[in-house]
Nanobody, 117 residues
């Protein structure tokens, strides 16, 4: 089994920054994909960014995150990060961490990010 725990959410003013962290523990493979999704109220859960153990990244096609959000990871401690800059009110959502190993997906409980003045 794999345990996934997010942290770092909170309330931030527009234009501010936050760094989310996600730590995975348990039966972690040497090759996997870790990433971030988000779900705003009344909307579907959407991809933000993912990263393989080899460092290959994939970002949402939405122009709303490109250039503002950066994903990174530390394979030694099985942790993935999401640096979010120039935050906008429309970034308000619950951010979920995903660990994908083979055909299995493991999700965290989510961390709330609220962008408001």
């Amino acid at each position: 089994q794999v345990r996934v725990v997010e942290s770092g959410g909170g309330l931030v003013q527009p234009g501010g920054s936050l760094r989310l962290s996600c730590a995975a523990s348990g039966s972690i493979w040497s090759g996997n994909i870790m990433g971030w999704f988000r779900q705003a109220p009344g909307k579907e859960r959407d991809l933000v960014a993912t990263m393989t153990t080899g460092g290959k990244t994939s970002y949402s096609d939405s122009a709303s995150v490109k250039g503002r959000f950066t994903i990174s990871r530390n394979n030694i401690i099985n942790t993935v990060y999401l640096q979010m800059n120039s935050l906008k009110p429309e970034d308000t959502a619950v951010y979920y961490c995903l660990v994908r190993q083979g055909s299995s997906d493991y999700w965290g409980q989510g961390t709330q990010v609220t962008v408001s003045s």
